[in-house]
């Protein structure tokens, strides 16, 4: 009879050291655990459900789970799963880990991470759910996709810009090289040994252009871009004159050789119809500037009542009033 008592008394306090241990993992655990039975009530509500969800245990258990934490237009499909789960046993979300939405006590909603089990225990069913708020992981996320999305963005931008200054590098080396090879030309016959000397120039130009365009395809091109524009004017009356208006005025310089004049200036070139018209001596215009025009590199924006070249595309895109990122 005492062994019989002593058996009961072990069995007894070792039931209830299993359930201590069973207390002590559901309140240490970082996740939410809540437990509902067949009803759909709760059972259980651990304390990591406790700061997640807002509730205390004491008021939330006992409640109905879909009031409590899910949202409103979960509840119905929550309920419809249940039922069918009761009415057949076929599991449908059991054991699985999803993802949903969760609601907190003051009626904000929340991602979750859900995985549901049933527990095998006497009786009717009982099920446990086990949740992760994913508020902080789904942040994170976002902000790393915006930050991809930057760096791309910035890589876009980057090898636009690149892009840019390839062309505008390659731009003023071709127009050198074709102010060489015209001025070439026009001493071949008068002064072979000039003509020679122009001819290696142009030669060293074309190699170097080259060079920067293999580098390019290398992803090795580093050169700094010009700030410089120009023009060159024909050797006429009318070229002389519009190169003389331009002589003197701030980071414009003007050259004169014996077969066209170069005019070069620092980030930006205005050619202004009514200056130039008193200058000519008779109306200037588009028609004007193009006549007397041979070449040019830089970015050029003809306007009713002039014509400007810059050296940048941006301030090209500036002086127009819109913005160049969005175009690219």
Do not use: W
């Not at 700094?224 to 524009?229: F, L």
């Amino acid at each position: 009879m005492t062994a019989d008592r002593n058996a009961s008394a072990r069995a007894a306090e070792a039931l209830r050291a299993q359930e201590a241990r069973h207390r002590a993992m559901l309140d240490a655990a970082l996740d939410c655990v809540v437990t509902m039975d067949h009803e759909g009530r709760i059972v259980d509500f651990n304390p990591a459900a406790e700061r997640t969800f807002g509730f205390r245990a004491g008021d939330a258990v006992g409640g109905n789970m879909a009031e409590l934490i899910i949202p409103h237009e979960l509840r119905e499909r929550h309920r419809r799963g249940l039922a069918r789960y009761l009415a057949s046993e076929e599991p449908v979300l059991l054991d699985r880990r999803v993802e949903t939405r969760g609601m907190r006590a003051d009626g904000t909603t929340f991602p979750v991470e859900l995985t549901i089990t049933r527990i095998h225990v006497p009786g009717p069913p009982t099920f446990v759910g086990y949740l992760r708020d994913l508020t902080d992981r789904k942040a994170a996320e976002a902000e790393l996709r915006a930050s991809r999305a930057r760096i791309v963005a910035a890589a876009d931008d980057a090898r636009r810009r690149l892009e840019r200054d390839l062309h505008d590098s390659t731009e003023q080396r071709l127009f050198e090289l074709a102010l060489e090879l015209q001025t070439a030309r026009a001493r071949l016959v008068e002064d072979p040994a000039l003509a020679g000397e122009l001819l290696d120039a142009a030669l060293g130009d074309l190699n170097e252009t080259t060079r920067e365009l293999r580098e390019l395809a290398r992803g090795k091109f580093n050169r700094a871009p010009s700030h410089r524009c120009g023009v060159t004017l024909m050797e006429s009356q009318a070229g002389h004159a519009v190169a003389a208006a331009l002589e003197g005025k701030p980071g414009v310089t003007v050259t004169y050789t014996q077969s066209m004049i170069r005019v070069d200036a620092d980030r930006r070139i205005e050619f202004g119809f009514e200056e130039l018209s008193e200058a000519v001596g008779e109306e200037f215009d588009q028609n004007t500037f193009e006549q007397i025009m041979s070449t040019h590199y830089g970015r050029m924006v003809a306007l009713d009542d002039r014509i400007v070249l810059f050296a940048d595309p941006e301030d090209a895109a500036d002086h127009l009033g819109f913005d160049l990122r969005d175009a690219t």
